[in-house]
DNA sequence: TCCCGGGATTTTGCATACCAAAACCTGTAT
DNA sequence: ATACAGGTTTTGGTATGCAAAATCCCGGGA
């Protein structure tokens, strides 16, 4: 064996011819596409997680995973691997996948960063929404006076989140949604036990920031994101059970 | 086969039994480890994007790869899904992996939370900085001042994200570390282009920045950081051939 | 000439099988 | 109890096959 390695084959700038022509631009109702298997798996495997089906420390066999989801070990490979990178499992080399292991420091320090991202986002956000986005925002609230009401812990966590996520996104900022969207499907893992207690104050003080937000006042929406964030961050170090 | 899914297997809370005894927590110098192949493939593939080796756009076939890798499809799948989810590639079903076309609009996005983490990594660096610290931060301050001298862009880049990425380790924030660290390396890309004309003023802007954290002055490091952050992502927009 | 359409080709996504190395577990001898 | 030796489990990687989807190519019709 002489030869040495091949190069990589030319295949031009772009690979393929860039779309052009009418269509070029519109949003397009796309063709319904079958997600990927190592999303679903993905996916299956998160809510197993979060809901604690799979508890913290426990180790994950692939070929157990496999059978159990009714697919091969490449696409659990393949999910286990992005659930790393995402933080929800650790994987120790020649070991395979345990299920993260959160500690206070690591929930608190998290918690710091979704303060920054998110008050930055409250900023953004009062300065570009527009009056149907503010509807949208009152509709999302009300969902979640909704879930309060009827005491329902895990709507409202979720309503939390999509009020949250909705804000994310009006910013106009891609990077700064996933990311933020990425840190807060952490901070909900950690949240839900302190959702019930923490319940009505986050939600009056989402009103505030809601009105905040409709009167294009970036320094008031900054402020009070600021504080609401804040203080869920206080209320999840003074829950019951916390280590002082 | 009327047989259902089976359950996971029980494998306790735990998986293994947990460590303890005297070494719990030493950090250890752990036996030297083969780097997976999976992650020699990341970085492989990573070095030939940054250096533009393989184009913006270009498609990137797995079997070719895989082939001028010297390794099977496994490994090069892998590594692209997390270059994907690092937002190197493009990972579109069905077609394949194509390296990532940066826009003007996604790379000022990108400077905007870079701009927001760092500042806040600024502000609590100078809170908790040692001296052993500072001296650390003076030493590579020197690095980009003889790069600098040395008119030497690559290095110059480099040494700017060894600084940068030093005072987000001196946080004491993992995880605000790692998310800086992600994006900075994604400017970086973008970056380089800036970095010659942007020189001079940035490695005055840092000393400025590394005597604030050294009189521990919180509100004049987060303040210079902010600025020093701006300025940059201006000099990306008033780079030659931005898009007006 | 330009557009359209159908078949050949390429590439992905996933399944299956196999193997070496590493880590783990267990039982035995000290 | 501790240490060791051998068997088992699990990962990480290779190789291969194949269906579905996307692309490419080429020839015919407007």
Redesign the pocket.
């Known amino acids: 064996m002489t030869e040495s390695v091949s190069p990589l084959p030319e295949r031009g700038p772009t690979g ?2 860039t779309a052009k022509g009418s269509l070029a631009g519109k949003s397009g109702n796309r ?1 319904e ?2 997600a ?3 999303q679903v798996v993905y996916d299956a495997l998160a809510e197993l997680i979060i809901n604690r089906t799979l508890e913290p420390g426990q180790h ?4 157990d995973l496999a059978e159990y989801l009714g ?5 659990v ?2 999910a286990l691997q992005r659930l790393q990178s995402e933080g929800w499992v650790d ?1 120790r ?5 345990f299920v993260h292991l959160p500690t206070d420091e690591e929930a608190d320090q998290l918690l710091g960063v979704r303060a920054v991202l998110e008050t930055h986002s409250a900023r953004l956000a009062a300065a570009c929404a527009t009056d149907e986005d503010i509807k949208r925002l009152w509709e999302l609230q009300d969902v979640g006076m909704k879930a309060l009401a009827a005491d329902d812990s895990e709507r409202l966590v979720a309503a939390n989140a999509d009020l949250h996520s909705y804000i994310t996104e009006l910013t106009g900022n891609a990077v700064l949604s996933e990311l933020i969207g990425l840190v807060d499907r952490r901070v909900r893992w950690y949240y839900t036990p302190i959702a019930r207690p923490r319940g009505r104050d986050a939600w009056q003080e989402h009103a505030a920031l809601i009105e905040a937000i409709a009167a294009h006042n970036v320094d008031k929406a900054e402020k009070i994101m600021a504080q609401h964030t804040e203080r869920t961050r206080r209320a999840f170090h003074e829950r019951p059970g916390a280590s002082e």
Chains 1, 2 share one sequence.
């Open positions: 393929r011819r063709v596409r079958p990927p298997l190592r994950l066999v692939e070929a697919v091969s070990r490449q696409p490979r393949e994987l080399p020649a070991q395979g996948a």
